[in-house]
C-alpha cells in the first residue's frame, strides 16, 4: 500500500531529519521553508555523543570541535568531571545543510520562501495555506499528514492547537579563547545574580569561543551577557541569539484535523531538555518517534513514551534548581563524590532517565539538598 505523501513545515534539524527517514522509505514527502535561504543563522552548539546513535551517523561535516571535560563553578566552590564520551562541538548552519542534502539524497524535496498561512481539513487529506514570498502569491498544496517543525513560534502548533510553548531566550558572544582556557574543556558558572540557569564558555577551537547565557527575553539575556563579560574581562567579537521553547508536563504535539494527522517535533513541540535547555538530541529523537508513527502508523504518543519521561525529569529537576541559591549551588557542587562523578562521566545528559537514581544513590546528600530548597518558604521561584 502506498504511502501517503507528507508535507513537513520548517527546515529545521527536527524537520530535515523526519523528512530524511520518511523519504528513505518511499514516503512523497515536501519541506516547506519560509527562509530563502537553508541553516541562517550561525549558531554555536553543544551536543552530547547521543547525537550519534540517534541520527544513525557521525555528522562529521558539521562538528568543529571536541569537548573531554567539563568544569563546573558557583560563587564559592569549583569541580570537574571527564567524558567517557567526548561532547561535540557543532555548528549549526552546517549541520542543517547536511541534513538538508541528506533527505534530497533520499529523495524529499526542499522549497524555500514558503510562509506557512494555515490549514483545513480536506476529506481524508489536508490543505494548507502557503505564501510564496518571492512570488508574492498564495498557494494551496494538498497532504495527506503534516509535521510542523517551524520552530518556537509554531504556525503549525497555532493552527493546530491554538498555543505554542513559552519560551526563553539564549545570547553568546563570540570571544578569543581566553588565557588558561583549554581548547577541549567546556567551562560553566552558576550564579544567580545572572541568570536562573547558567553561563557557559565553550571552545570553537584552540583561538575562540562562544560565552552565553540564558535568560526569560532576549534583552534580559543580551545585558546579563554583557555584564557577565564584563565581569570576566571578555571582549565580544560578535553576537548569535536564539529563542528556545520550553518542555511542559501536559504537552501533547499532536492532533487531528478531520481524518489527518498533525504532529509537532523539535521546539514546536517544546521537546527540549530544561535543566540546559538543549534541544538538539530531544528534537531528532522527536523527529524518529514522529517518523516510526507515520511509517507504521503508529501513535506517537507510544513512540515518545521514553522521550517524554526523559524531558519531564529534566523539567522536575530543573523546578527544584529554580530554587536554589548560590549558597545551593556551592554545596552541589562540593557534594560531586567520586562516585557520582564516576556515573556522569559514563552517561550523558541525554541518558538522565538511566542515570538519575544511581546518582542519588551514588549522593543522598543531594536529595536532602533538593528538598531543603523545595520546601524552604523564602525561596523565589
Known amino acids: 500500500m502506498p504511502h501517503q505523501n507528507v508535507a513537513i513545515i520548517g527546515a529545521s534539524a527536527a524537520g530535515l531529519y523526519a523528512a530524511y527517514l520518511l523519504a528513505k522509505k518511499g514516503v512523497p514527502v515536501h519541506v516547506y521553508e519560509e527562509s530563502e535561504t537553508l541553516g541562517p543563522p550561525a549558531r554555536t552548539l553543544i551536543v552530547t555523543s547521543q547525537i550519534v546513535p540517534v541520527l544513525g551517523f557521525t555528522p562529521s561535516e558539521a562538528i568543529i570541535n571536541r569537548i573531554e571535560r567539563i568544569e563546573l563553578f558557583s560563587p564559592q566552590a569549583t569541580a570537574q568531571v571527564s567524558l567517557a564520551q567526548p561532547d561535540l562541538i557543532i555548528e549549526r548552519e552546517k549541520l542543517i545543510r547536511l541534513l ?14 514558503q510562509r506557512f498561512l494555515g490549514l483545513q481539513g480536506d476529506g481524508a487529506g489536508l490543505t494548507l495555506q502557503l505564501q510564496d514570498r518571492q512570488a508574492a502569491r498564495l498557494r494551496e498544496v494538498r497532504a495527506g499528514k503534516l509535521l510542523g517543525a517551524d520552530g518556537v513560534t509554531s ?3 497555532e493552527a493546530s492547537q491554538g498555543d505554542s510553548h513559552p519560551a526563553v531566550s539564549i545570547v553568546q558572544a563570540r570571544v ?7 581548547a577541549h574543556t567546556v567551562q560553566v558558572w552558576f550564579d544567580r545574580a545572572y541568570t536562573r540557569f547558567f553561563g557557559w564558555l565553550i571552545p570553537e577551537s584552540p583561538g575562540c569561543a562562544v560565552v552565553g547565557l540564558i535568560a526569560e527575553n532576549q534583552a534580559e539575556a543580551s545585558e546579563r551577557l554583557r555584564r557577565f563579560l564584563a565581569t570576566h574581562r571578555l571582549e565580544a567579537t560578535g553576537y548569535q541569539a536564539a529563542q528556545v521553547s520550553t518542555h511542559r508536563f501536559n504537552a501533547q504535539p499532536w492532533a487531528r484535523i478531520g481524518e489527518a494527522d498533525v504532529l509537532l517535533v523539535g521546539d514546536a513541540a517544546g521537546q527540549v531538555k530544561m535543566t540546559t535547555v538543549g534541544g538538539v538530541v530531544t528534537g531528532l529523537r522527536g523527529a524518529r518517534a514522529a517518523a516510526n508513527a507515520l511509517l507504521q502508523p503508529g501513535e506517537y504518543a507510544s513512540e515518545l513514551r521514553g522521550l517524554k519521561r526523559e524531558l519531564d525529569l529534566h523539567l522536575v529537576l530543573r523546578r527544584v534548581l529554580d530554587r536554589f541559591t548560590n549558597a545551593d549551588y556551592d554545596a552541589l557542587l562540593r557534594l560531586l ?15 538522565m532517565a538511566l542515570t538519575f537514581w544511581r546518582l542519588v544513590l551514588a549522593q543522598p546528600q543531594w536529595l536532602v539538598l533538593a528538598a531543603r530548597a523545595l520546601v524552604h518558604p523564602s525561596r523565589k521561584r
Open 100 to 113: 538538508a542534502e541528506r533527505a534530497r539524497q533520499a529523495g524529499a524535496e526542499i522549497v524555500l520562501g
Open 155 to 157: 504556525r503549525v502548533a
Open 176 to 182: 578569543v579563547l581566553p588565557p588558561g582556557a583549554e
Open 337 to 351: 563524590n567520586r562516585q557520582a562523578r564516576g556515573i556522569l562521566q559514563a552517561r550523558t545528559r541525554d541518558e
